[in-house]
């Protein structure tokens, strides 16, 4: 897994949402568990902390932004940071496998 696999599967899944309006959003996701803006966060999230652990900083929350049509800028943007972090490719393979997962629900 390399970082342009990472960055393919976060484009799909920002190509996928970016258009979304805030009742596609607010729809819960098939998972049951949350909306579908609460599985992109979470997401968001888990790459931010990723990042954050190849970078041997303290981890921190992420903003919830008021309107989850800036998810997918968020996204792309953790995204970036953790491929700029230059993590191991076991790493990378966890970052995919999580946007491909969200990217399922969705």
């Known amino acids: ?60 929350e992420v903003p919830r932004l008021p309107n989850d049509t800036t998810l997918p800028d968020q996204l792309r943007v953790v995204a970036a940071d953790l491929v700029a972090a230059d993590p191991a490719p076991e790493i990378l393979v966890v970052a995919a496998t999580d946007a491909a997962a969200v990217r399922a629900v969705l």
């Open 1 to 60: 897994m390399t970082d342009q696999d990472l960055g393919r599967i976060v484009d799909l899944l920002t190509r996928q949402v970016s258009h979304w309006q805030a009742p596609r959003w607010a729809a819960p996701a098939a998972t049951g568990e949350g909306t579908r803006g609460d599985a992109v966060y979470h997401l968001v999230q888990r790459l931010a902390d990723l990042a954050a652990d190849v970078e041997g900083r303290v981890r921190q």
